[in-house]
């Protein structure tokens, strides 16, 4: 199995990370990949010293700094292992998790990318479930049809591990998705291949830090964040549905599903706001959003309501007494829907 791991300053996390996919992997033969994105810090020595020490690692090197779109791609390309894991230098896999991966791949052909479950962390590791009982094969467009009635993403990224023969047919990360290209991969792949979903196990640790780069440069936690997230993952639906997906018997149903739940997700953050009362939330550009995603928006259900509530406006209480059983419906889906990530997958 061929690992990528680009690393841009993470040298303080890249021996940890590498450690992880080196050893309690059994029955795994890795191929190790690091690519440095031209860092500052000692991140490529460190990558030197443990090229050094391992036959099986290898180290790319670039000139100047790429970008992680680029580096991601610089890797991916050099990837030679029937099946291949991209994982940033902060994340770790978890004992076992190539193995659990590479089974489910081998046993299921038709099965383009399997994921389990990952685990935020901040600093210590936390406990892991290793011992898998199960997995899940969904449909390509199955899986598919659930992203584009949820619209969320439902993989971090590091517990991803895909064929690498799919990679080279549908093409590497796009440099115009700097924030969703993972999700438009995922995307990409259902359109193209089925899903296997690994229940009941954790695949990986996904790091929380101040230098993150969902916090640095996509402001995640945010007003604006929030709205970045909405245009690219309405974007990474518009890709596939252009491309790949436009072959799919139900392609153009799936797309105007996509369509209506990303304009109603715009929606439903303004619905909130007011709800919560937060003055200071940009709701003009997120009902500009919507309404461009979906002409037929404010014709909706959710639409009036939000215009009704914009004609009577906030009040000073920390939740309006006759918004608050909307809001909590509101948290509700979105509990429901971390449940079924973690059982389902989807």
């Known amino acids: 199995m061929s690992v ?6 993470y040298g303080r996390f890249l021996r940890q990370c590498v450690n992880s996919v080196l050893y309690d992997q059994p029955g795994i033969e890795v191929e190790v990949i690091i690519v440095d994105d031209k860092s500052t810090d000692d991140s490529l020595t460190t990558a030197r010293e443990i090229e050094l020490k391992h036959a099986n690692v290898k180290v790319i090197a670039n000139d100047v700094n790429l970008g992680h779109i680029k580096t991601y791609n610089r890797g991916l390309d050099a990837a030679t292992s029937p099946y291949v894991l991209l994982i940033s230098a902060d994340d770790l896999v978890t004992p076992g ?7 489910l791949l081998e046993a299921e052909p038709s099965v383009g990318m399997v994921y389990g479950r990952s685990i935020d962390f901040h600093k210590d590791l936390p406990p892991c479930r290793t ?3 199960s997995w899940i094969v969904w449909r390509g467009a199955d899986w598919l ?4 009635q949820s619209g969320y993403n439902v993989i971090a990224s590091p517990e991803v591990v895909m064929r690498t023969a799919v990679l080279r047919a549908t093409g590497g990360y796009r440099s115009d998705l700097p924030h969703a290209g993972d999700f438009e991969m995922w995307l990409r792949t259902s359109a193209v291949s089925d899903v296997g979903f690994l229940v009941g196990v954790d695949q990986a640790f996904h790091r ?3 230098r993150n780069m969902n916090r640095t440069m996509f402001k995640s936690g945010s007003e604006k964040g929030r709205l970045i997230d909405l245009k690219q993952r309405w974007q990474s639906f518009e890709v596939v549905f252009d491309g790949v997906g436009r072959g799919l018997a139900e392609g153009a149903l799936l797309h105007k599903i996509a369509r209506e739940t990303m304009a109603r997700q715009a929606l439903e953050h303004i619905n909130y706001a007011y709800a919560r009362g937060f003055r200071d939330f940009p709701m003009e550009d997120f009902e500009t959003f919507a309404k461009e995603v979906d002409p037929m928006v404010e014709q909706t259900r959710l639409g009036r309501r939000v215009a009704r509530r914009k004609r ?3 009040v000073s209480l920390p939740l309006h007494p006759l918004w608050a059983l909307p809001a909590a419906h509101w948290r509700l889906k ?3 829907r971390r449940w079924r990530r973690a059982k389902i997958g989807v």
Not at 4 to 9: D, G, L
Not at 97 to 103: C, D, I, P, Q
């Open 4 to 9: 990528v791991i680009p690393c841009y300053n």
């Open 97 to 103: 998790a190539l193995t659990r991966a590479a089974e």
């Open 131 to 133: 011992e898998q009982s």
């Open 145 to 148: 049809r659930h992203r584009c």
């Open 208 to 210: 929380g830090h101040d």
């Open 312 to 314: 009577l406006g906030m």
């Open 334 to 336: 979105e509990l429901l």
